[in-house]
T-cell receptor, first 116, second 115 residues
Framework: GAVVSQHPSWVICKSGTSVKIECRSL??????MFWYRQFPKQSLMLMAT?????????EQGVEKDKFLINHASLTLSTLTVTSAHPEDSSFYIC????????????FGQGTRLTVV | AQTVTQSQPEMSVQEAETVTLSCTYD???????LFWYKQPPSRQMILVIR??????QNATENRFSVNFQKAAKSFSLKISDSQLGDAAMYFC????????????FGKGTRLHILP
């Protein structure tokens, strides 16, 4: 069964609004979660590392005020795209390292965001 | 910084034949993991195979095997008896053995299976 659940799987929003994407680890606790962005026919680019109970670590070039990450519990991290614009349209994927299976990362199903 | 390079944007193979996808990486670390992930049209990431750097033996998973050359920093994936369901995007990936470290992906190789 699924180890990581990501919701929603797709969302359409209007320019200027905010969208929240959730990533949940199922049946295990995760102190760290990762958020990736994937443009069509391209690779997964790491946006930020979400740390439970502390601030997220953003990759160079990623606007932390635009992509708000909250990791308030050991099973949930959220990514909020604030004041979304069409250029934010993309596929967003979260990933978690299972603490009991340290070499393997598990991925959410991804969220296709379309900003109109 | 670590990097992963896949030099083949697309490849095609006849059904039932064998194909090899190439991957090189760069790191100054001695302890790390390497992966091949498959991304079908659903875009769900699926782990195909993994290799721990400290292991000399090449990993094998049914029809999938790797050729891991640590000194050359090369990590190729061989798919034997290719099947139509193997058609997908394949990503080579690297992760440090440090706890909770991120995964770094190559640009991917799109594999087409010809019937």
């Amino acid at each position: 069964g699924a180890v990581v659940s990501q919701h929603p799987s797709w969302v359409i929003c209007k320019s200027g609004t905010s969208v929240k994407i959730e990533c949940r680890s199922l049946d295990f606790q995760a102190t760290t979660m990762f958020w990736y962005r994937q443009f069509p026919k391209q690779s997964l680019m790491l946006m930020a590392t979400s740390n439970e109970g502390s601030k997220a670590t953003y990759e160079q070039g990623v606007e932390k005020d635009k992509f708000l990450i909250n990791h308030a519990s050991l099973t949930l991290s959220t990514l909020t795209v604030t004041s979304a614009h069409p250029e934010d349209s993309s596929f967003y994927i979260c990933s978690v390292i299972h603490p009991g299976r340290g070499t393997e990362a598990f991925f959410g199903q991804g969220t296709r965001l379309t900003v109109v | 910084a670590q990097t992963v390079t896949q030099s083949q944007p697309e490849m095609s193979v006849q059904e039932a034949e064998t194909v090899t996808l190439s991957c090189t990486y760069d790191t100054s670390e001695s302890d790390y993991y390497l992966f091949w992930y498959k991304q079908p049209p659903s875009r769900q990431m699926i782990l195909v195979i993994r290799q721990e750097a400290y292991k000399q033996q090449n990993a094998t998973e049914n029809r999938f095997s790797v050729n891991f050359q640590k000194a050359a920093k090369s990590f190729s994936l061989k798919i034997s008896d290719s099947q139509l369901g193997d058609a997908a995007m394949y990503f080579c990936a690297y992760r440090s053995a440090r706890r909770n470290d991120k995964i770094i992906f190559g640009k991917g190789t799109r594999l087409h299976i010809l019937p």
